[in-house]
């Protein structure tokens, strides 16, 4: 595993759970308006900046304290040793959760089917027919309807995500995104922050890429229209 970052204890990330999180590096997306670019725009495969020996010693040392692990990244899916670095957590008795873009259905459809995860995040950017608008190689269009299938389907546990922001994410864009995932457990709807370093710094530039609070709420109530559960986060 690549892993670019070690959290060692969350109360938010994984919902109803004590958690660790792990960050792996390297994205086949390139959102502009990332969080997290040092990870994105890293490599997949490497040397790894932090030692999995050690996360797993820091895991078997606070056994009774930490109940899970959020595996996070750039995009984890891209990993090709995710599913024995998940086996070691398991074999510990520790939950996991995924965080995910979608874009490796067979990945999610590997680890669900061996029950290997507990609780599955996807996040959704946009539209799928303007998802290559945001890929760094080439995607089947129905890729991303699979992984939400998929999810929905065989997720012990899950959400769907969307960071808010222009021109990715419109009102017309939120009803599609919502009949694509009509019955989901959970959505959440996420304002994108100005304030933070992105992927593109240019992109925060142009004030009308973001929502106001008003405007979150406008587009929460245009997923209640189809979802039972919207909230904002």
């Known amino acids: 595993m690549r892993i670019g970052g070690f959290q060692k204890n969350s109360l938010i990330d994984f919902p109803g759970t004590v958690a660790c999180a792990v960050f792996t590096t390297g994205c086949n997306f390139f959102c502009p308006y990332c969080h997290n670019p040092d990870l994105a725009s890293g490599p997949v495969t490497g040397s790894k900046s932090h030692d999995a020996q050690e996360i797993f010693s820091f895991l078997a040392s606070r ?35 995924l965080d995910c873009n979608g874009s490796r259905p067979g990945v999610l459809a590997h680890l669900l089917d061996r029950s290997l995860v507990d609780y599955v995040a996807m996040d959704i950017k946009t539209a799928s027919n303007l998802y290559p608008d945001i890929m760094k190689t080439s995607l089947r269009v129905d890729t991303i309807q699979e992984s939400m299938d998929l999810i929905m389907a065989k997720a012990p546990a899950y959400e769907f995500r969307t ?43 142009q004030p009308d890429r973001f929502f106001s609070d008003l405007e979150i709420q406008e587009l929460k109530a245009i997923a209640q229209k189809t979802l039972k559960t919207v909230i904002i986060r």
């Open 63 to 97: 056994k009774d304290l930490v109940d899970g692990v959020v595996i996070t990244g750039g995009e984890p899916c891209l990993q090709p040793d995710l599913t024995d670095f998940i086996l070691r957590i398991k074999h510990m008795g520790l939950a996991v959760k």
């Open 163 to 205: 960071t808010c922001v222009r021109p990715f994410i419109t009102e017309e864009i939120m009803e599609k995104i919502c009949r694509q995932i009509r019955g989901a457990q959970k959505y959440v709807l996420q304002k994108c922050s100005r304030n933070v370093h992105m992927l593109d710094p240019q992109f925060a530039q």
